[in-house]
């Protein structure tokens, strides 16, 4: 079995989304809204559906384009 390349520019590039996506929702949850980050809940599962989303699609174009790791 293949170890996994955790520094590839997909992973780390991901990776990156997910935390300042995440970070700049709650944080302007925080700010803005009175309720507090509760109601900003929805919108991270949606982002964070997305990030996982785009890492897939950038794993099945490289299995199409035949460069996937074995």
């Not at 780390?12 to 935390?19: E, G, Q, V």
Request: glycine share 12%.
């Amino acid at each position: 079995m293949k170890e996994r390349d955790y520094g590839e520019r997909k992973f780390i590039a991901t990776l990156a989304a997910s935390f300042l996506g995440t970070g700049a929702l709650f944080f302007g949850a925080l700010v803005e809204v009175p309720e507090g980050y509760w109601v900003s809940l929805p919108a991270f599962f949606i982002l964070q559906g997305a990030v996982v989303a785009s890492y897939n699609g950038a794993n099945l174009r490289q299995a199409q384009n035949g460069s996937a790791p074995r």
